[in-house]
């Protein structure tokens, strides 16, 4: 932001009283409109849809199905389509505005870096779990990592595992948190995992 790059930390700050929008579902016998589609809807909405019906279907009416996205949520400032089908049911959906507790969260901006240079410099040092091009690797090692960061995968068949595989593994898990974490390698960043599978 405004060329410095900043961390961000987020923590829970208790719950507040907010009015907003909120998805209802009510069971019908048969529906008198457009019925709509999962299909249609982004991801939040579905996550709100899947909310409001859960909600109708147990009878938690004291379950707020909170809707988010503001004008690109297919639910405001009403519902796309007026009835939904779900497990064999239909529901009509409608929008509720009600003042409901949610879950208020406090954000921290810390500057840590003026330039790429200074953030690849914080990152090398804070957040990957091996530094590779800080290591004297060997070209059959530099080759291994070479390959996995190309085409996204290096593999070997057991047993046993070249030396070179074997060494890097080793660095990489002693560091690594449950075997999957960041790397630099010749000057790139790298999300690395390591598996072992075996045919029956």
Same mark, same amino acid.
């Given at each position: 932001?405004?060329?410095?790059?900043?961390?961000?930390?987020?923590?829970?700050?208790?719950?507040?009283?907010?009015?907003?929008?909120?998805?209802?579902?009510?069971?019908?016998?048969?529906?008198?409109?457009?019925?709509? *589609?999962?299909?249609?809807?982004?991801?939040?909405?579905?996550?709100?849809?899947?909310?409001?019906?859960?909600?109708?279907?147990?009878?938690?009416?004291?379950?707020?199905?909170?809707?988010?996205?503001?004008?690109?949520?297919?639910?405001?400032?009403?519902?796309?389509?007026?009835? &939904?089908?779900?497990?064999?049911?239909?529901?009509?959906?409608?929008?509720?505005?009600?003042?409901?507790?949610?879950?208020?969260?406090?954000?921290?901006?810390?500057? &840590?870096?003026?330039?790429?240079?200074?953030?690849?410099?914080?990152?090398?040092?804070?957040?990957?779990?091996? *530094?590779?091009?800080?290591?004297?690797?060997?070209?059959?090692?530099?080759?291994?990592?070479?390959?996995?960061?190309?085409?996204?995968?290096?593999?070997?068949?057991?047993?046993?595992?070249?030396?070179?595989?074997?060494?890097?593994?080793?660095?990489?898990?002693?560091?690594?948190?449950?075997?999957?974490?960041?790397?630099?390698?010749?000057?790139?960043?790298?999300?690395?995992?390591?598996?072992?599978?075996?045919?029956?």
């Amino acid at each position: 932001m405004d060329g410095t790059y900043y961390e961000i930390s987020v923590t829970e700050n208790g719950r507040t009283p907010v009015k907003t929008p909120l998805l209802v579902a009510t069971p019908v016998e048969e529906p008198d409109g457009n019925v709509g *589609d999962f299909g249609t809807l982004s991801d939040t909405d579905v996550e709100t849809l899947r909310c409001a019906l859960s909600t109708a279907r147990e009878g938690e009416k004291t379950r707020p199905c909170p809707i988010f996205g503001g004008e690109s949520s297919s639910f405001l400032p009403k519902p796309a389509f007026e009835f &939904i089908e779900h497990g064999s049911r239909y529901y009509r959906l409608s929008v509720e505005t009600k003042e409901v507790p949610l879950e208020a969260y406090e954000y921290e901006f810390t500057a &840590i870096a003026e330039t790429q240079t200074e953030f690849a410099e914080f990152a090398a040092r804070e957040l990957i779990a091996v *530094d590779f091009d800080a290591m004297d690797l060997s070209e059959k090692q530099r080759k291994i990592l070479r390959t996995g960061t190309e085409t996204g995968v290096y593999e070997e068949s057991p047993p046993p595992y070249t030396d070179a595989l074997t060494e890097l593994v080793e660095v990489f898990e002693d560091s690594a948190d449950a075997h999957r974490d960041y790397i630099r390698f010749e000057g790139g960043y790298y999300l690395m995992w390591t598996m072992s599978v075996h045919d029956d």
